[in-house]
């Protein structure tokens, strides 16, 4: 069974400065996709960035990137220049593709930040 | 374009009653999953549907149930309801043209009393 961790529950930093968000997962495929998502109060989860287990290339999106380190089972999400808006709890959560129609995704208990103006 | 659909927003039942929830997938999306969301912790898996079939369950109880319909829109049921059913209910959608991506829903509040 895979599981995901989210080690810190809550972080908080200054607008416009960088902060670290981290994950390690547990599991056995050699081939899955890891995600981070932020929810918001709104409540919806948006998806944040996207990992491909067998790309080496860190996914990178605007102010978004992550460090993979696959043998170290490890995804940290890197927020560039914070914004208020950014204000939300952030997930880890990871995927198996095993077959398109059967993807249980599996969350970490996630990280609440906070950006102070 | 529309992006995914639940209602209701908020519903609050009684321990015993049952429930309906529902889900509207963006539109060309054939798999819809269910999630639970108890306050304070990540989202846990209960079903995943695809082109109708059921493709995956989590660990929940039979009092779970779920369908999805010919245009792929989907319900969730919940019978007995019991205290520790009141969470967050997600639902997502996926489609072929972004596999493995999920797009989720703004979910369904449900407080049972």
């Known amino acids: 069974a895979q599981t995901v961790t989210q080690s810190q529950p809550e972080m908080s930093v200054q607008e416009a400065e960088t902060v670290t968000l981290s994950c390690t997962y547990d599991t056995s495929e050699n081939n899955y996709y890891l995600f981070w998502y932020k929810q918001p109060p709104s409540r919806q989860m948006i998806l944040v960035i996207r990992q491909e287990a067998y790309k080496q290339q860190n996914a990178t999106e605007n102010r978004f990137s992550v460090n993979f380190q696959k043998a170290a089972k490890s995804f940290s999400l890197k927020i560039s220049d914070s914004q208020l808006g950014d204000t939300a709890m952030y997930f880890c959560a990871f995927t198996p593709p095993i077959n398109f129609g059967n993807e249980k995704l599996t969350f970490g208990t996630g990280t609440r930040l906070t950006i102070i103006p | 374009d529309a992006g995914v659909t639940q209602s209701p927003t908020h519903l609050i039942k009684t321990r015993g009653q049952q429930v309906t929830l529902r889900c509207s997938p963006i539109s060309g999306h054939k798999s819809v999953s269910w999630y639970q969301q108890v306050l304070g912790q990540g989202p846990q898996f209960i079903f995943q549907?695809?082109?109708?079939?059921?493709?995956g369950r989590g660990n929940f109880p039979d009092r779970f149930s779920a369908r999805q319909f010919p245009n792929y829109s989907s319900e969730l049921n919940v019978n007995a309801l019991l205290l520790g059913d009141s969470a967050l209910y997600l639902c997502?959608?996926?489609?072929?043209?972004?596999?493995?991506?999920?797009?989720f829903g703004a979910g369904t509040r449900l407080s049972v009393l």
């Open positions: 997502a959608s996926s489609g072929r043209l972004a596999k493995n991506i999920q797009y």
């Open positions: 549907y695809y082109e109708k079939e059921e493709r």
